[in-house]
C-alpha cells in the first residue's frame, strides 16, 4: 500500500456569501435562504435539528444485506482489502445496524477526478457525517460516495486541467462508462503523471494514478481505487449501482416508469409548481425515464405503435416481454437523471444527497415522484466552494486595493471600479447632468404655456442628451484607462490565475498541483475547514 506524507499546512480560512460569487443561481440561492415558497418541494432544509425530524421519519427499511454484500464483493474484487481500507470495511459493517444511515454524494467518472469539486463534494460529505455524529452519538452516519459508472456521456469525463493544460484520454467510446476498458488510457496516465513534476509528492501521486488506471481493467475499478487511495483513511465507502442484485430492488419502481408513465407525471407536476412560484427548473421528465443497457450499449427505451422501442438498434418488445426483462435481467435497465435519485434513495438508509448547483435544482423536480413511490426525501445540500490561493493572493489583493469579494466580480467591473476610485479625474457627469435636468424643466415648462403638445418633444430632446453624455462618460473613462494600464494588466492576471476561463477556480482546475504542494495535508485542511450545514463560500490561504 503506497504511503502518502503527511504535511498539515494549516491554511487559513475566510467566507463569504455564496451571493457574492456571482456565481449560483437565484434559485440556489433561494434554497439556501430557505425560501419558504420552496417548502413544498423539501422535506426540510438543512440543519441539525431538522436531521432529528428526517431521522424519525426514516422507517422504510433499506435492504441492508444485500447492500452490505454487494460493497463487500466489489472492494475485494477491486483489489482493496480490509487492511488497506480498515475505516472503509468498517463502515460498511455498519450498514447491517438499523441505526446506522448514510450521506450521499454522486459524479461521474471522471478520469484523475476530474475537476476540484469532485473533491468538494465528497469532503463535504465526509465533514456532514462527522456532524451527525457528534449531533446525535447513539446513531451511525456512512459518507458515501455514488460513482455514476452507468452514465454513457463520455465526452465529459475524459479530461482534465493540470496548470492550465487539458489532458485527454482519446477513445471512441459508447455504453456506460464504469465498463469502459483502460487498456487505451496509458497515454493520458503518463501525460498526467510528467505535468505533475519532480519531487517526492509527484511521485508518490503518480504510484497511485498509475496502479489505478493500469492495474484495473474497468474504470469503475479504476476510479475506486483512486478515490478510496485519497479519502480511505475518512472511511469513504464508494458503492457501483451498477448490479444485478441493487437492481433487483429497484424492479418495481422500473416497471412502474416504464409502463405505467408514473414518473413522468409526477416530475411534470413538481416542475410546473415550480415554475409557477418564478423557480426555472433543470431537467425534463421523459414518458419513459430508463435506458436500455448492455455493454457498449446504452439506449432510451420508447414506446410507439403498441411496443417497446431500442432506439438505434433493432430491439423490441412488447408489454408482456418488456416486463418479463425488467423482472429476470433488471440490470439491463439503468436509469435516467431524474429516476437515478429514486434508485439511491431505495438501495441506501440515506438521510442526505450533496451535489452542486444544478444537482439542487433538478433534486426540487423530484420530491412529487418519490412521493409517488411512497419514499422519503432526503435533505439537500450544496457542497462546500472554494477559491485555493498563493501565499500572495492578500497582499497582493492589499496593494491593489481590492477587498476579497469585489475580486469574484468580472474582470472589466473590477478595472472600472478601480479606476474610478482610484483616477485623479472626476470621470462621471452626474453633477452636470442635474444643472441640465434643471434646465430642461425650465424648458418644458415654457414650452409647455406656450403649446401643450411639445412636451414629448422636450422629453425626446432630454432622452437623446443623456445619451450623449453617458457615451461621453465612457469615453472619459476609456481614456483615463490608459493613465493606468499596468495596474490593469495586473488586475487581469490576478483573475486568470484564480479565475481560469472567467469562472471558478474549482470548475476548470483539477487537484493535482494542490496535492503536489501539500501532500495529504491539502485533503485534512479542506477536512478540517468546510462547514457543509454553513453555507459560505470559502477562501483558503496557506
Given at each position: 500500500m503506497t504511503k502518502f506524507p503527511y504535511f498539515r499546512p494549516l491554511m487559513k480560512a475566510s467566507c463569504i456569501n455564496y451571493s457574492e460569487t456571482g456565481s449560483f443561481s437565484s434559485t440556489v440561492l433561494s434554497y439556501l435562504a430557505h425560501d419558504p415558497k420552496l417548502d413544498p418541494f423539501v422535506s426540510h432544509f438543512p440543519s441539525l435539528e431538522n436531521f432529528s425530524k428526517l431521522i424519525a421519519e426514516k422507517t422504510q427499511p433499506a435492504n441492508r444485506q444485500i447492500l452490505t454484500e454487494v460493497l463487500n464483493e466489489q472492494y475485494k474484487a477491486g483489489g482493496i482489502n480490509r487492511n488497506d481500507a480498515l475505516a472503509v470495511y468498517q463502515n460498511i459493517d455498519l450498514l447491517n445496524q438499523e441505526n446506522t444511515f448514510t450521506v450521499t454524494t454522486g459524479h461521474q467518472l471522471n478520469i484523475f477526478t476530474g475537476p476540484l469539486y469532485f473533491i468538494y463534494k465528497i469532503v463535504s460529505t465526509i465533514n456532514l457525517a462527522r456532524d451527525l455524529k457528534?449531533?446525535?452519538?447513539?446513531?451511525?452516519?456512512?459518507?458515501?460516495?455514488?460513482?455514476?459508472?452507468?452514465?454513457?456521456?463520455?465526452?465529459?469525463?475524459?479530461?482534465?486541467?493540470?496548470?492550465?493544460?487539458?489532458?485527454?484520454?482519446?477513445?471512441?467510446?459508447?455504453?456506460?462508462?464504469?465498463?469502459?476498458?483502460?487498456?487505451?488510457?496509458?497515454d493520458a496516465v503518463r501525460e498526467y503523471s510528467s505535468s505533475l513534476g519532480i519531487s517526492e509528492n509527484a511521485t508518490l501521486l503518480s504510484s497511485i494514478i498509475e496502479?489505478?488506471?493500469?492495474?484495473h481493467?474497468?474504470?469503475?475499478?479504476?476510479?475506486?481505487?483512486?478515490?478510496?487511495?485519497?479519502?480511505?483513511?475518512?472511511?469513504?465507502?464508494?458503492?457501483?449501482?451498477?448490479?444485478?442484485?441493487?437492481?433487483?430492488?429497484?424492479?418495481?419502481?422500473?416497471?412502474?416508469?416504464?409502463?405505467?408513465?408514473?414518473?413522468?407525471?409526477?416530475?411534470?407536476?413538481?416542475s410546473?409548481?415550480?415554475?409557477?412560484?418564478?423557480?426555472?427548473?433543470?431537467?425534463?421528465?421523459?414518458?419513459?425515464?430508463?435506458?436500455?443497457?448492455?455493454?457498449?450499449?446504452?439506449?432510451?427505451?420508447?414506446?410507439?405503435?403498441?411496443?417497446?422501442?431500442?432506439?438505434?438498434?433493432?430491439?423490441?418488445?412488447?408489454?408482456?416481454?418488456?416486463?418479463?426483462?425488467?423482472?429476470?435481467?433488471?440490470?439491463?435497465?439503468?436509469?435516467?437523471?431524474?429516476?437515478?435519485?429514486?434508485?439511491?434513495?431505495?438501495?441506501?438508509?440515506?438521510?442526505?444527497y450533496i451535489g452542486g448547483g444544478a444537482e439542487l435544482v433538478y433534486w426540487l423536480q423530484l420530491r412529487d415522484n418519490f412521493l409517488a413511490y411512497n419514499t422519503i426525501f432526503p435533505i439537500l445540500l450544496l457542497r462546500n466552494s472554494a477559491l485555493v490561493t498563493h501565499e500572495e493572493f492578500s497582499s497582493k489583493l492589499c496593494r491593489l486595493d481590492i477587498c476579497h469579494k469585489d475580486v469574484f466580480k468580472p474582470s472589466e467591473l473590477i478595472k472600472k471600479e478601480w479606476v474610478l476610485n482610484h483616477s485623479n479625474h472626476v470621470l462621471n457627469l452626474s453633477d452636470e447632468w442635474k444643472e441640465i435636468s434643471s434646465i430642461f424643466e425650465k424648458i418644458k415648462l415654457r414650452t409647455y404655456k406656450i403649446d401643450q403638445t411639445l412636451a414629448p418633444s422636450t422629453e425626446a430632446v432630454k432622452a437623446r442628451l443623456h445619451k450623449a453624455m453617458n457615451n461621453l462618460e465612457k469615453k472619459l473613462l476609456k481614456a483615463d484607462v490608459r493613465n493606468h494600464g499596468d495596474v490593469l494588466v495586473?488586475?487581469?492576471?490576478?483573475?486568470?490565475?484564480?479565475?481560469?476561463?472567467?469562472?471558478?477556480?474549482?470548475?476548470?482546475?483539477?487537484?493535482?498541483?494542490?496535492?503536489?504542494?501539500?501532500?495529504?495535508?491539502?485533503?485534512?485542511?479542506l477536512i478540517r475547514n468546510f462547514k457543509p450545514l454553513d453555507s459560505k463560500f470559502t477562501i483558503l490561504e496557506p
Open positions: 457528534t449531533a446525535y452519538p447513539d446513531k451511525n452516519f456512512v459518507p458515501v460516495y455514488w460513482m455514476a459508472t452507468e452514465d454513457h456521456d463520455f465526452a465529459e469525463i475524459n479530461h482534465t486541467s493540470v496548470y492550465g493544460k487539458n489532458i485527454a484520454w482519446y477513445l471512441e467510446a459508447s455504453g456506460p462508462t464504469g465498463r469502459l476498458s483502460t487498456q487505451t488510457i496509458a496502479t489505478a488506471y493500469l492495474e481493467d474497468k474504470l469503475a475499478d479504476a476510479t475506486r481505487h483512486l478515490v478510496n487511495s485519497l479519502f480511505r483513511e475518512y472511511g469513504l465507502v464508494i458503492v457501483d449501482a451498477d448490479h444485478p442484485s441493487l437492481k433487483r430492488l429497484f424492479a418495481g419502481i422500473i416497471e412502474k416508469d416504464i409502463l405505467e408513465q408514473t414518473s413522468y407525471k409526477a416530475i411534470n407536476k413538481t410546473a409548481a415550480l415554475e409557477e412560484r418564478g423557480f426555472k427548473t433543470q431537467v425534463h421528465a421523459r414518458e419513459i425515464n430508463f435506458f436500455y443497457m448492455e455493454d457498449g450499449l446504452r439506449e432510451r427505451i420508447v414506446f410507439e405503435n403498441g411496443e417497446f422501442y431500442i432506439l438505434n438498434t433493432a430491439l423490441k418488445f412488447s408489454s408482456d416481454e418488456l416486463r418479463d426483462q425488467i423482472r429476470k435481467y433488471p440490470e439491463k435497465f439503468s436509469p435516467n437523471v431524474v429516476m437515478r435519485p429514486l434508485y439511491q434513495e431505495t438501495i441506501l438508509p440515506n438521510l442526505a495586473q488586475i487581469d492576471n490576478f483573475k486568470n490565475k484564480y479565475f481560469p476561463g472567467g469562472g471558478l477556480q474549482e470548475r476548470t482546475e483539477n487537484f493535482g498541483p494542490f496535492f503536489i504542494k501539500y501532500g495529504t495535508g491539502f485533503i485534512s485542511e
